[in-house]
C-alpha cells in the first residue's frame, strides 16, 4: 500500500523560507515521477513543482526562482525548499506520486505566510 507523509508546514513570516519533506512508502519510488501541489482556501488545487524519477525539474511560473523541488531516492524523500516566502503562497501543500497508472496523494501539511 502506497502511503505520502508530507511535513515541514508552519506559520512564517513573509520572506521567510520553510522546506517541505514527503516521505513514501509501499513502492519503488526511485522510478516513480514526484511533484507537489498545493490548494488554498476557495480556489483549486495547483501544481507547483515537478521532478522526474531521474532529476528534471518543472516549476510554475509563480515559484520559479524561489522554491527548489529535489529528491532523495535513498531515503524514499521527496523535498521542496520553498525561500522568499509570500503571503499568496499560503496553502496546504500536497504531494503527489505517479505508480501503477495512478496517482497517489498525502494529506497534506498547511503552510501559511504572514504579512
Known amino acids: 500500500q502506497v502511503q505520502l507523509v508530507e511535513s515541514g508546514g508552519g506559520l512564517v513570516q513573509a520572506g521567510g523560507s520553510l522546506r517541505l519533506s514527503c516521505a513514501a512508502s509501499g513502492t519503488i519510488f526511485s522510478i516513480s515521477p514526484m511533484a507537489w501541489y498545493r490548494q488554498a482556501p476557495g480556489k483549486q488545487r495547483e501544481l507547483v513543482a515537478h521532478i522526474t524519477n531521474d532529476g528534471i525539474t518543472n516549476y510554475s511560473d509563480s515559484v520559479k526562482g524561489r522554491f527548489a523541488i529535489s529528491r532523495d531516492n535513498s531515503k524514499n524523500t521527496l523535498y521542496m525548499q520553498m525561500n522568499s516566502l509570500k503571503p499568496e503562497d499560503t496553502a496546504v501543500y500536497y504531494c503527489?506520486?505517479?505508480?501503477?497508472?495512478?496517482?497517489?496523494w498525502g494529506r497534506g501539511t498547511q503552510v501559511t505566510v504572514s504579512s
Open positions: 503527489r506520486l505517479a505508480a501503477n497508472f495512478r496517482y497517489y
